[in-house]
């Protein structure tokens, strides 16, 4: 499948933990924040989102947590599975149409 | 089955040809975004569409061309294909274009020879 970066960060992490993903972003007017999800040879996938009025999203066994005064956002992923593995971007928006990627990192969840 | 679906899945073609990447949604999503993605670069924007025969330049227009003249095709043209557009290229659409979460396909890895 496609590639997405030889040297991105990467996670590694044993089958039932918790798993902890960062991600800095860069401008401090974005007020729309996603993570995504990317297997190898698929398009990116949408996990969850979380608007700037709020500083914690809860959905099935994933929580983004943001932190607009460090300009940092999570996603925790609870009893991480085999079937977690794959490259996690953060992205975020400014209102408008352009998305911002974050580069990247892998997920490697070990049995 | 709603979705978005690209084609081709892989091509392989020579520099200078003219090659065109194919998107269709179902969901009627009036946005729609094509992205690159490289190593070392991430994903790019080339161009996005808020409706038809609406279309606007992303982050790397150069060297590519796209329409819409219906809501759930977006087509993307390679005019004269380089080496440097060797890349998987990403189609995606939205509900609102902002504030909302990109749908992407599962993409058209493309190689210029």
């Known amino acids: 499948g496609e590639s997405v970066g030889l040297h991105l960060p990467t996670l590694s992490v044993q089958e039932g933990d918790n798993s902890i993903i960062n991600c800095a972003y860069s401008?401090?007017?974005?007020?729309?924040f996603i993570w995504y999800k990317q297997e190898s040879g698929k398009g990116p996938q949408f996990i969850i989102d979380i608007r700037s009025n709020m500083d914690k999203r809860q959905g099935q066994r994933v929580t983004v947590l943001l932190n607009k005064t460090v300009k940092h956002l999570s996603l925790q992923i609870a009893a991480t599975q085999p079937g977690d593995s794959a490259v996690y971007f953060c992205a975020e928006n400014t209102g408008g149409f352009k998305t911002i990627f974050g580069a990247g990192t892998r997920l490697f969840v070990k049995a | 089955d709603a979705g978005i679906t690209q084609s081709p899945r892989y091509k392989i073609t020579e520099t200078g040809r003219q090659v065109t990447l194919m998107c269709h949604q179902t969901?009627?999503?009036?946005?729609m975004f094509w992205y690159r993605q490289d190593l070392g670069h991430g994903l790019r924007l080339i161009y996005y569409?808020?409706?038809?025969?609406?279309?606007d330049k992303g982050e790397v227009p150069d060297g590519y061309v796209v329409s819409r003249s219906k809501t759930e095709n977006f087509p993307l043209t390679l005019e004269s294909a380089t080496r440097s557009q060797t890349s998987v290229y990403f189609c995606?659409?939205?509900?609102?274009?902002?504030?909302?979460?990109?749908?992407f396909g599962n993409g058209t890895r493309l190689t210029v020879t």
């Open positions: 969901w009627s999503h009036s946005y």
């Open positions: 569409s808020a409706a038809a025969d609406i279309t």
């Open positions: 401008n401090s007017a974005s007020d729309y």
């Open positions: 995606a659409s939205s509900e609102t274009g902002a504030n909302s979460p990109l749908h």
